[in-house]
């Protein structure tokens, strides 16, 4: 059973960068695609962007000036940083496998982690 | 962007009834549409892709349908489990987008 877990700190400054990392377990990082979605508070979904286990990406242009995805397939890792955070960034970050076999939609998500951005 | 519409955004309906949901995209996008669920301080559960494929392990009483721009989820008979938001999502065009959701409540 693939098992996702989003890590990193809770609280971020305004303009500071946000780093998050999701780990996956109990499958291989490759072949797949790797999403970070994000939820504020009490509203809906916005996509963030994704990176190939190969290191391709694809950011939502809304905030591709600010957004760099990474892997590191030799931890099963796969990290979201976003610059210069203001409280709009205030969500819950969620990390996420695109899964070819769904038409590349997100078949398993991490429990998400609520980052507040406030001084 | 393609922005998805979905009516309604509040929905109160009892067990065992049938339940409708629709999300109209802004243009076309073929069958790029999946389906989630998502409960209270959870993920979202992708239910169907495709518009009208069911993921493995996910009820029969749910159904999706449509294509172009317009689409709709069925719960065919609602179970007290299925009292949670709906989000629709399309990949046909990049960047994804979502629904705004439709929260189901009792």
């Known amino acids: 059973q693939v098992q996702l877990q989003e890590s990193g700190p809770g609280l971020v400054k305004p303009s500071e960068t946000l780093s998050l990392t999701c780990t996956v377990s109990g499958g291989s990082i490759s072949g797949y695609y790797w999403s970070w979605i994000r939820q504020p508070p009490g509203k809906g979904l916005e996509w963030i962007g994704y990176i190939y286990y190969s290191g391709s990406t694809n950011y939502n242009p809304s905030l591709k000036s600010r957004v760099t995805i990474s892997v590191d397939t030799s931890k099963n890792q796969f990290s979201l940083r976003l610059s210069s955070v203001t409280a709009a960034d205030t969500a819950v970050y969620y990390c996420a496998r695109a899964n070819p076999d769904y038409g590349d939609f997100d078949d398993y998500w991490g429990q998400g982690t609520l980052v507040t951005v406030s001084s | 962007d393609i922005q998805l519409t979905q009516s309604p955004s509040f929905l109160s309906a009892s067990v065992g009834d049938r339940v409708t949901v629709t999300c109209r995209a802004s243009q076309g996008i073929s069958s790029h549409l999946a389906w989630y669920q998502q409960k209270p301080g959870k993920a979202p559960k992708l239910l169907i892709y495709?518009?009208?494929t069911l993921q493995s392990g996910v009820p029969s009483r749910f159904s999706g349908s449509g294509s172009g721009t317009e689409f709709t989820l069925t719960i065919s008979s609602l179970q007290p489990e299925d009292f949670a938001t709906y989000y629709c999502q399309q990949l046909n065009t990049y960047p994804p987008t979502f629904g705004g959701g439709t929260k189901v409540e009792i």
């Open positions: 495709a518009a009208s």
